[in-house]
């Protein structure tokens, strides 16, 4: 469709056009090409964040529910796409954009991509994937070696053993979270000579023939809410989700995990997996592993570790120590796409015993042979691409003492960060950093000394109008589009356990300077004085704190 | 990295550096990236499936576990990549590669892919989004609009409202049929005034509540495998997917699904959804949609259709037809990455009803905020890329007439090749071609009429040696690497339903011309006379049967 045609009919010479290589340097592709990545290049460099223009407007350029009568040439929806989606999307990339997990990448995965996606392997299989299959292999090597420290001869044995899996590759965390939980259950409810094993019969025989009223997974409060949709999807239930308490560093109070075991194993229900965290998406600490272990070990249930964002930092010698405990784990949860600096999509889970997955092990008569080598046989997903290779590259172009320094810089960064906040008199770090993840918040000066005297019920009414003010700065800096933080919501011990809005930053970029870090803050207090209504009422409660007058 | 240095040693300026827009057309990364490009072409133009390198011989080169000490040039290591990796991978897009489901992809995607790679962005939610949520619902949308045919008016309601979704993009029809069924298990067992929900509660009390003692999910026989995955996941267990009979073109009997449900339901089991399959995985038949939907109606039972292949037909004027009754269904499987020419890693699934996801909308505290119109909060996957603007562009660049001609030209491509199987006299046509997929197997000269004579044992022992000649075949000829079909293993009535190894044949790339396809039986032919022991085995069978001598 990228030759001569204006009208509405659609040949099928034109046709078999786009599905030939477009030949030599001069092709209109290959110019469209050149230009498109000239024009990325200027947008990733002159934008910061996003443009100021509402959601709103933006859908209006996306309404049509119906699909195009008419072929658009290639280079008219270049210039289409480049207008309406590419100045109106996120600089995820942008050094000043610290509000998620999603940071920039590096330059060689946008040709090494070309790879990935020209030669479109489907990794379900060895006969659409070939060696994208051994390569897939060797990086879940890779990552169980970085994590089990097993010796040379395990892996020699196990990697590219046909009916075994270190792990497995998905879309991300999430399905590698349900992955990890679904081995687990089918683990605990195997099937013996007398019962078929709950992939067979399903939950409501396994617990009548194992005698469990319920089955429970336990995780500290700080768990990733993925944890909630895996409960609901294994047929668990999210009430089989218990929450644990943590401590004043978010992390997983031991005493509370073994009460909760006691109390539901008093009540018939299995605790089946506990789930430790290793850098939580909120705060960014990490649970203490061994601990867990211990216990997961005496009540003979499967220790699963959520390391999708935190398990990075095992590439680093200097912070590798932080996730101590995880080689003790049943299976690890790990996202290239988070610290690995790999495009969205790249999630894995890893397991310790290479026999663990044989409990969701599937066949089929076109594919996933028995003996295969297929890698779906042990997978959720289906098709599934080749992206482990953009890893595979960026381990040996980035290195493994390269990566530890991306992971020192984003700690150490955090660590300076976190020192100019407490040095600031209007800002509360509200979590200190473990890795490079830490919550503020903007308290205007003075009233921080005033919450400290409120009784609990003033407290409250302080705190809620801190709220208010926090969602605005946080909003209107996301709408300026010159930097961008994420909010959430913790209830710190210090505050009553209140509801407490709080700045989430990420520094992952290692382009993120000091100075931006710096710019960041005067930009909030810049937005805080566009909300005189908001600081009023504030100050008004604040008033009335330190006179203790009733309010109005 | 790119840059002078060849000792271990890695600075964090060298890792700067890579984080850093590459200036111009002359930087290195440009160079190696226009050199990828041409060799990526020829290795597409030169290279014919794939070539004869044993698998184990490529697994050594994929063998080392630890994770690279020392950085590696790009350029160096994108020669590494060229020669172990792509040198070895499939050519999925070669016109003689007519095994599966992934084929050919157009050209103008290579450039475009750019985009989506480059701004990485994270559909999970608006934050990490912003134009490409509004994009992924239009998409969302136009498949909706293809399927069910709804007024101009219920899209403007619909598409871009923050508590609905049409529904999701996931990575392949597998999530996809999983995320279907998760919400039709949660509404059949849904929360009432004294019940909070499977969703909260668990299969195990929501059985109870409900007064059933398991559920089921009903499909025929050539139901993809994925639904295997999908029950165990869930918690029903393999066998509440109960498998109905086929005709003799491999679709769904009625009668034998009515006369289940009767029976399922006398044992107290809800059978709470039942999947019509819109082009099976092995041999492309559609179930008669419409009658399916009457009874789900009649028993108030979710209806699902699996057209993750298939669907694209409803993009034919011609044969659109085929698919009639779809729009009866409640939810809708189909993968963007099939027939229509998506790269690996797109699939979507679509609710008629667009409170239908409400069953398993989720929230937390740092997106997916109520109110928000983040797109995770109706997703089984967390974060996500961008694709969906892949199949935008497509769908623009393409247009729907285009995406109908490609469709037409497959579905007539598979009937001329089912023709020239039957003037054959040594292939025998296995299943005809409904969609652009067919099954056949190569059956000596002679020996067809001798397998019409046999007794059902008699047969017995001639099939099964024409399966090992079939197997030899397959392997063989995906091994010379010249072209490719894969096999799979069907019971046809005629041949007493005994097992019968086929090669399978999916005719979507538009290049795959009918010379490809008379030199593909030619080369089949070839391929059987290297193997004179099965050959001469399937004779002497042949030769007991005519004789009516006992084998010995």
Tied chains: 1, 2.
Aim: proline share 4%; glycine share 6%.
């Amino acid at each position: 469709m990228t030759h001569n045609q204006k009208s509405a009919d659609v040949s099928f010479e034109s046709l078999l056009k786009i599905f030939t290589i477009p030949e030599g340097p001069d092709s209109t592709l290959t110019q469209i090409e050149a230009e498109l990545s000239h024009n990325l290049n200027q947008f990733l460099r002159e934008h910061i964040v996003a443009e100021e223009k509402p959601l709103t407007e933006i859908e209006r350029d996306f309404s049509d529910p119906a699909i195009p009568e008419q072929p658009q040439f290639v280079s008219e929806h270049t210039d289409h796409l480049m207008n309406t989606l590419v100045a109106h999307s996120v600089h995820t990339s942008a050094p000043s954009f610290i509000g998620h997990m999603t940071s920039a990448l590096p330059y060689f995965l946008m040709p090494l991509s070309k790879i990935m996606i020209a030669l479109n392997q489907n990794l379900v299989k060895i006969e659409t994937s070939k060696a994208f299959t051994p390569l897939e292999r060797q990086v879940l090597g890779m990552l169980h070696r970085l994590i089990y420290r097993q010796h040379d001869g395990f892996y020699q044995q196990w990697m590219h053993s046909a009916s075994h899996s270190l792990g497995a590759f998905c879309s991300g965390g999430t399905i590698a979270n349900i992955t990890a939980l679904w081995v687990a259950r089918n683990n605990t409810l195997k099937a013996t000579s007398d019962f078929p094993g709950i992939e067979q019969a399903g939950i409501g025989q396994a617990l009548a023939y194992y005698g469990y009223k319920g089955l429970a997974i336990l995780v500290s409060e700080r768990g990733h809410y993925s944890l909630k949709k895996a409960a609901d999807v294994l047929g668990i239930g999210q009430q089989g989700l218990v929450s644990i308490a943590t401590d004043e560093h978010n992390r997983i109070v031991i005493d509370d995990l073994q009460q909760k075991i006691a109390e539901l194993k008093q009540q018939g229900i299995k605790p089946f997996a506990v789930v430790g965290v290793a850098g939580t998406t909120e705060t960014g600490n990490i649970d203490p592993l061994g601990d867990i272990a211990d216990i997961c070990h005496h009540e003979q249930c499967h220790f699963h570790v959520d390391a999708a964002w935190g398990g990075a930092t095992l590439l680093s010698d200097k912070y590798r120590h932080l996730l101590s405990g995880i080689e003790l784990a049943d299976s690890v949860t790990i996202d290239a796409h988070k610290q690995l600096y790999i495009p969205m999509g790249a999630g894995m889970v890893l397991f310790k015993d290479p026999d663990a997955m044989k409990a969701v092990e599937h066949h089929a008569q076109y594919i996933l042979r028995h003996g295969s080598k297929d890698l779906g046989s042990h997978t959720l997903e289906g098709s599934r691409s080749g992206i482990a290779m953009l890893l595979y590259s960026s381990m040996h172009i980035i290195s493994r003492p390269g990566y530890g320094m991306l992971i020192d810089q984003g700690i150490e960064k955090a660590r300076y960060f976190a020192e100019l906040i407490q040095e600031s008199t209007d800002f509360e770090l509200v979590s200190e950093p473990e890795l490079c993840l830490l919550t503020y918040r903007y308290v205007p000066e003075n009233i921080a000394a005033t919450m400290h005297k409120a009784t609990k019920e003033q407290c409250l009414t302080l705190n809620n109008a801190l709220n208010e003010l926090t969602q605005f700065i946080q909003k209107t800096q996301r709408e300026t589009g010159r930097s961008f933080v994420s909010r959430t919501q913790l209830n710190p011990a210090r505050w009553y356990h209140h509801p407490t809005v709080v700045f989430r930053v990420v520094l992952a970029n290692p382009l993120t300077s000091r100075e931006i870090l710096q710019a960041i803050l005067q930009q909030q207090r810049e937005i805080a004085r566009l909300a005189p209504q908001l600081m009023a009422n504030i100050s008004r409660i604040a008033y009335s704190i330190e006179n203790s007058t009733p309010m109005p």
